[in-house]
Structure formats: C-alpha cells, structure tokens
C-alpha cells in the first residue's frame, strides 16, 4: 500500500532524462547545508539545471570530502509537499554511468539534509510545490540561509 500522497499520484508521468555534460568546476555552485559540521562540500552545476515539462528539477550534485574525493551524481528532485528524489547517473573519471534509480521520499530521511534543503529552502517555491525559475534556484544556492527561515515546509 503507498505510504504517501505522491506514491499515490497516478496521473503524473516522468519524462525522459537526458544525461548532461560533465560538470566544469568552473559552473559548480557551493552551498551550504543544515549541518556545517559535516566536513562536506557541496555543490550543484548550474548548468545542469533543469526542468523537465514533468515537472521534475534534474541537475549534477557534486559532494566533496574534506580530502578531495568527489561524488558526482545526476539526479531529479520533485516539488511534492514532502519532496522525492532518484538518482540517474553515477560520475567517475569525467562519465556518468546510468542507474536504474527509483523515486525515494526526502521526508523521513533526517540523514539527508542536502536532499532536504535542497527541496526545502533552494529549488522548489515554498508552499507551492512547484519549482523556481532557474535563476532564483541559482541565487538560493548561493544564500546561506538556515533551514527553519522561511522555507514554509514544515519540519519532518
């Protein structure tokens, strides 16, 4: 039995994802998360950013240990009231390798916060659930701005 609301969505249709470039450090957007003490990095590629006539927010997310270590990955993410994500493509060695990804509930994985600020408070317009305009995704990644300011989701 579906467990949410957007598990329950029958009528909504994915489209087809197309895998971007690799991303250029040059176009990789940092932005900080609801856990600075994480050691990571984080970044999205502005030029991967994109919405799909699905609705769906597909971009490149970079995440960078303290070492260096990169992970790449290409991912969409759904403005639903309690937000989803699946991941497309795994990088390596400047390709990406698709995946047989599934939609997976950002709401209930208090782990993951950069699904959940990136849902809660950078891509989607709160209280709307729908996404920004590419432009104004791009200015909140650069805005720190903490997560309970604002964001009008509420909490899990």
């Not at 598990?7 to 600075?36: C, I, M, Y």
């Not at 403005?79 to 995946?99: D, I, N, Q, S, V």
Request: proline content about 6%.
């Amino acid at each position: 039995m579906p467990s949410s609301v957007e598990e329950r969505d029958t009528t909504w249709k994915e489209g087809v994802a197309t895998l971007p470039p690799w991303p250029k450090d040059s176009d990789l957007v940092e932005f900080q998360v609801d856990d600075p003490s994480s050691g990571l990095r984080q970044y999205v590629d502005a030029k991967s950013i994109a919405v799909g006539r699905d609705g769906v927010v597909r971009y490149t997310l970079v995440v960078e240990s303290g070492s260096g270590a990169r992970n790449v990955s290409f991912e969409g993410l759904r403005c639903t009231p309690h937000g989803m994500f699946k991941l497309y493509a795994y990088g390596a060695g400047g390709r990406f390798e698709a995946t047989e990804g599934e939609w997976q509930n950002i709401r209930g994985r208090g782990h993951d916060k950069i699904h959940r600020d990136l849902h809660g408070r950078i891509l989607c317009v709160p209280r709307e659930f729908k996404p920004r305009p590419k432009r104004d995704m791009i200015r909140y990644l650069r805005v720190a701005v903490p997560h309970e300011t604002g964001t009008g989701f509420q909490a899990d």
